[in-house]
C-alpha cells in the first residue's frame, strides 16, 4: 500500500482568487514522484477553528498531512493556533526559533516577527542543518509557508524522508477518440482491476486525440497491462509512448 497523504492550503487570498494557488500542484507532482499518493487538496479560510476541525480530520486519516499558507507575523496568520487546537494542545514561543529570529533581525527584533517563533507545543523540526529557518512538524502534519519559493525550498530540504516505493508510468498518445478509445480502457481495467488509467482527451491538437497514462507501483504489472492496451490499438493509431522509471533522490 501506498502512503497517503492530504494538502490543505489556507488562505482567503485563494478564496478570493487574489493569488492562484501553485503549491498544491507542486508538492502533488514531487509527491508522486516520491511513490506518495495523494488522496485530497482542501482550501480553505484563514479561519482558527476551521484550521482546527480539517487538520485533526485529515490526520486521522492520512499518513502525511502537508499545511500551505497562514505561517506569517500578520494578523492572518492563523495556522500555528489552528493546529494547536486541532491536537488540545497550546501555542508555545520556542526558544530555538528565537535565537534563529535574533540572529536574523539582531535589534530590529519586534513581537510581530516573534510571532514566527509560536508553534503548537510539542512542536519538531526538520532540515534543520539545510534550512535558514527549520520545518515545523506537529505530529504527521508538515506546516509549509504559502510563498511557493520557500514552500519548495523548504520541501527539497526534507523530501528524501517521504520517499516510498516508486509509481511506474507508461503515457500513450493516440489519434484514436475518446469516445472510440473508452470501450478499450474499459476492457483493460476489466482484465487489470490494480492498474491505475488515466484518459485526458486534446480538442486543439493536430498530433494526438487522447493521452492515456498508466500507473502501477508493480514494473511487471504495468508492463503486462500495457502490451495487453497497446494490442488492442489500431497500427496507426499510437503518436508516440513515454516511460517514467523511478526517480532517484
Known amino acids: 500500500m501506498s502512503k497517503q497523504a492530504a494538502i490543505l492550503i489556507i488562505g482567503n487570498e485563494i478564496l478570493s482568487g487574489k493569488t492562484v494557488d501553485t503549491n498544491s500542484a507542486y508538492l502533488s507532482k514531487e509527491l508522486r514522484h516520491l511513490g506518495v499518493e495523494v488522496r485530497e487538496i ?28 497562514g505561517v506569517g507575523p500578520t494578523h492572518d ?12 494542545t497550546k501555542v508555545i514561543r520556542h526558544p530555538a526559533l528565537v535565537e534563529i529570529l535574533r540572529s536574523w533581525y539582531k535589534n530590529d527584533l519586534n513581537e510581530a516577527r516573534l510571532k514566527m517563533a509560536q508553534v503548537p ?5 526538520q532540515g534543520l542543518d539545510k534550512l535558514s529557518f527549520p520545518l515545523v512538524v506537529v505530529k504527521n502534519v508538515y506546516i509549509f509557508p ?11 530540504a526534507v523530501k528524501s524522508s517521504f520517499k516510498d516505493s516508486p509509481y511506474f508510468l507508461k503515457t500513450v498518445y493516440v489519434k484514436t477518440p475518446e469516445g472510440i478509445l473508452a470501450n478499450h480502457l474499459n476492457d483493460l481495467i476489466r482484465q487489470y482491476p490494480e492498474l491505475l488509467v488515466g484518459s485526458y482527451p486534446e480538442m ?15 514494473s511487471r504489472y504495468l508492463e503486462e497491462a500495457f502490451q495487453a492496451f497497446m494490442k488492442t490499438l489500431p497500427e496507426d493509431a499510437v503518436v508516440k509512448v513515454e516511460s517514467s522509471p523511478a526517480e532517484s533522490f
Open 42 to 69: 482542501r482550501v480553505i479560510p484563514d479561519e482558527v477553528d476551521q484550521i482546527a476541525l480539517v487538520t485533526r480530520d485529515f490526520s486521522d486519516r492520512f499518513d502525511y498531512v502537508f499545511t500551505s499558507g
Open 77 to 88: 496568520d492563523v495556522t500555528m493556533e489552528g493546529i494547536a487546537r486541532a491536537f488540545d
Open 121 to 125: 507545543d510539542g512542536s519538531v523540526f
Open 146 to 156: 504559502g510563498i511557493p519559493e520557500i514552500l519548495r525550498e523548504k520541501f527539497e
Open 204 to 218: 486543439n491538437n493536430p498530433l494526438y486525440h487522447v493521452k492515456v497514462t498508466v500507473e502501477s507501483k508493480d
